[in-house]
């Protein structure tokens, strides 16, 4: 079973960064796509940022440029370096996989994935 715990949010000033960190256990196959996901307070869940067990990166536009997604595969981990934050990136961000080929080819933040971290909050206020 997939297990995923996020990290590092917190408040920050526009203009400032964070690191998100999500620690996953339990991922038994070579292929699979990890990604972060968030949702804002009365909107629906988007996605941000997915990256395959290959490094392939996509990004939603309205992060490009600013965050940047990361793998570590020997510690099972993934990172979101966030940059330059707006008060409109203020949301629960989720960690999310998926295992298989499938989700290894169509990894992209527009499909959503199979099993989710309980989440961390960032605010950025103006």
């Known amino acids: 079973q997939v297990l995923l715990v996020e990290s590092g949010g917190g408040s920050v000033q526009t203009g400032g960064s964070l690191r998100l960190a999500c620690a996953a256990s339990g991922v038994t196959y070579r292929s699979y796509c990890m990604g972060w996901f968030r949702q804002a307070p009365g909107k629906e869940r988007e996605g941000v940022a997915t990256i395959n067990s290959d490094g392939r990166t996509n990004y939603a536009d309205s992060v490009k440029g600013r965050f940047t997604i990361s793998l570590d595969i020997p510690e099972n981990s993934l990172y979101l370096q966030m940059n330059s934050l707006k008060p409109e990136d203020t949301a629960m961000y989720y960690c999310?996989?998926?295992?298989?080929?499938?989700?290894?080819?169509?990894?992209?933040?527009?499909?959503?994935?199979?099993?989710w971290g309980q989440g961390t909050l960032v605010t950025v206020s103006s």
């Open positions: 999310a996989l998926e295992a298989g080929w499938r989700a290894f080819v169509g990894c992209f933040p527009g499909r959503p994935l199979e099993s």
